[in-house]
Structure formats: structure tokens, C-alpha cells
């Protein structure tokens, strides 16, 4: 599937840099910092296409007629407020197509949540492991 290197998502998260500024800035920091964690064979240094995991204990969709999430592909949105100038840019990146498994996205998760500087919740779980243990209780 094209469209689904970083610098797509980076060109597609910006509108193709018609949405910039210091808090885009910052939000394309940050989707790089995820991405790389979330997609350790496509990091933006290698700027390389996402490929879908072959995972045979990954949950195969039912054939119904009822509606399917996307399976491949990035989705992208933007949120418009009444009242504000700014749109506020989403993704929507199917993991379970990209990724092995769920521990290794709560992983992932984790790492990001320690380079960006967000900590453990005042309640609940703490230390190494605890978005998969969060995860969990869910």
C-alpha cells in the first residue's frame, strides 16, 4: 500500500505544509517520535513505506455485511472549532494491521509517553510496563 511512510503522514498531517506554526511544529515533532516507536522497520530516518504484519493470531475480520474499520492505509481528519482559526490535524493509524501484537503497541505507547515527558497517572499503575497493565483493567 503507498502512502504510508512517514513523510506521507507528515505531508498529509500538515495539509502539505499549509498548516504550520509552533504548535504544528510541535505536533509533527511529536507524530515523529511516536511514529518511531510504533514502526521500528519504518522509521522516518529510512522514510520507507508501512507494511502490514503477517501475525496468524492477529484477529481476522468476520465476512458480514457489517461495517469494517480500515485495515490499511492512514486516516487522517481535522477538527474544525466555531469560533478559532486553527485546525486541529488527527491521524488515525490502524495498529492492528502495522503492528504485531497489542503489548507491543501499549510498548510503544510507553516509550512514547517517556520522550515526550508525560508520567506515570497519579492513580493506578506505575513503573516500566504500566500502559499494558492499564490496558489491561480496561
Known amino acids: 500500500m503507498t502512502g504510508t511512510s512517514r513523510a506521507d503522514a507528515k505531508r498529509s498531517f500538515t495539509l502539505g505544509g499549509a498548516l504550520d506554526g509552533p504548535n504544528i511544529d510541535q505536533a ?17 530516518a529510512m522514510d520507507v513505506e508501512v507494511v502490514p504484519t503477517l501475525n496468524p493470531d492477529r484477529v481476522q475480520p468476520k465476512e458480514d455485511d457489517q461495517p469494517r474499520q480500515p485495515d490499511g492505509g492512514l ?5 474544525l472549532i466555531a469560533g478559532e482559526s486553527t485546525v486541529y490535524p488527527k491521524i488515525y493509524v490502524p495498529v492492528r494491521t502495522y503492528c504485531p501484537n497489542d503489548l507491543f503497541v501499549c510498548n510503544a505507547i510507553e516509550k512514547f509517553y517517556n520522550d515526550v515527558g508525560v508520567e ?6 506505575h513503573g516500566q510496563g504500566w500502559v499494558a497493565r492499564e490496558i489491561g483493567k480496561a
Open 120 to 125: 506515570d497517572p497519579e492513580v493506578g499503575e
Open 75 to 79: 486516516l487522517f481528519y481535522y477538527e
Open 28 to 44: 509533527v515533532q511529536k507524530l515523529e517520535i511516536l511514529w518511531n516507536h510504533m514502526f521500528p522497520n519504518a522509521t522516518s
